[in-house]
């Protein structure tokens, strides 16, 4: 146990300040809706999600960003901007009817500056591999932390501040927020490492519970000016029962744009049921529903929701907040104990 407890020690000393800034920064994220809502009066707007105004709004974009845009997230019924991700690292807010409202270049914006700041660090690539890694070792952590506190279980209490900075109330703040937010900080740290390193975990999880179909290739497809309000009905009339969400407009020449959709039950707020289009003739020439996949794999899409706080309602989103928050106090006040030396015994003179 003396062993685990120096290995749990100097692993939470070395990741403190990453799990500082990723428990920071993932709690303010669970805001972005509502800063938007907030900063942006065409967010608090209603944009009715019928394939010809959001066909409309798409080829507004277009003349817009002639050839630029990449992807297109629609708005929703309680956000009503639509997000458009452009070719170097742009991106723009519109309003329901394509007009753009903000347009900005890489993270200028704060609500992009936060992400990139907890999804990348602010160092690209590289920072997105330090984030992975140490996600998957908080989770390491969380599991450590569990086993050392057992012996001493009946020294919990629910307190999540220490009474003083004496080292004695650091550790034990320490372990009993731990204890309390161990659920849920163990499962921000295990969805967050997953995310990033996103094929091995489908493949993990894929073998772990087979079944189902396996996701198509996209098929081949001509080129042409995709009619969007078109290419919309299409994907819809193909799920009739689904919710347009996102198109992806062809990646290089002989690629289909792909529109996804969110079916009932699906928990993704982009779902990920796909309806591939032909742009030479704007008609769906390819499906992948989300619901006959591998068990793994419906898994796994549930991560993403489960971290960044996209179900469960208000309710939810509050205790992602908190996670986040202790996730954060629990590198801080680690990393303080740490520092401070445990006081030594007198031992009186024979």
């Not at 817009?64 to 901007?81: N, Q, S």
Request: charged fraction near 15%; glycine fraction near 10%; aromatic fraction near 10%.
């Amino acid at each position: 146990m003396g062993f685990l407890r120096a290995v749990h020690a100097w692993a939470g000393a070395l990741l403190a300040l990453q799990l500082i800034v990723l428990g920071l920064s993932g709690s303010l994220l669970v805001l972005k809706d509502d800063w938007l809502r907030a900063t942006l009066p065409a967010a608090r707007q209603v944009v009715t999600p019928t394939p010809q105004a959001l066909g409309q709004a798409a080829e507004a974009l277009e003349q817009a960003y002639p050839g630029e845009i990449k992807t297109l997230v629609f708005a929703r019924p309680d956000l009503g901007v639509h997000r458009v991700y452009l070719a170097r690292e742009s991106s723009a807010y519109a309003d329901g009817s394509g007009g753009v409202i903000a347009a900005w270049r890489g993270n200028a914006r704060l609500e992009a500056w936060i992400f990139d700041l907890h999804h990348r660090l602010l160092a690209g690539e590289p920072g997105e591999m330090i984030v992975g890694i140490v996600g998957l070792a908080g989770a390491v952590l969380t599991l450590t932390g569990l086993v050392i506190w057992f012996p001493a279980w009946r020294a919990f209490a629910w307190k999540l501040w220490p009474r003083s900075a004496r080292r004695r109330d650091l550790v034990g703040a320490h372990r009993d927020t731990g204890m309390i937010f161990l659920i849920p900080v163990f499962a921000l740290c295990l969805t967050g490492g997953a995310i990033i390193f996103h094929e091995q975990s489908q493949a993990l999880m894929t073998a772990a519970f087979p079944g189902g179909i396996k996701p198509p290739k996209p098929p081949r497809a001509g080129q042409g000016d995709i009619d969007w309000p078109r290419a919309l009905a299409a994907a819809q009339a193909r799920f009739p029962d689904a919710a347009l969400r996102m198109a992806a407009w062809p990646a290089k020449p002989g690629a289909p744009a792909a529109i996804r959709l969110r079916r009932a039950g699906e928990w993704h707020p982009n779902g990920r049921t796909l309806v591939y289009i032909d742009p030479a003739t704007s008609q769906a020439i390819g499906t992948l529903d989300s619901r006959a996949l591998a068990p793994g794999m419906r898994a796994y899409n549930a991560f993403y929701p489960l971290h960044a706080a996209s179900v469960g309602g208000r309710g939810y989103d509050l205790a992602i907040f908190l996670s986040g928050l202790a996730l954060a106090g629990l590198g801080g006040v680690g990393f303080w104990s740490f520092l401070v030396k445990p006081r030594q015994r007198r031992t009186a003179p024979a």
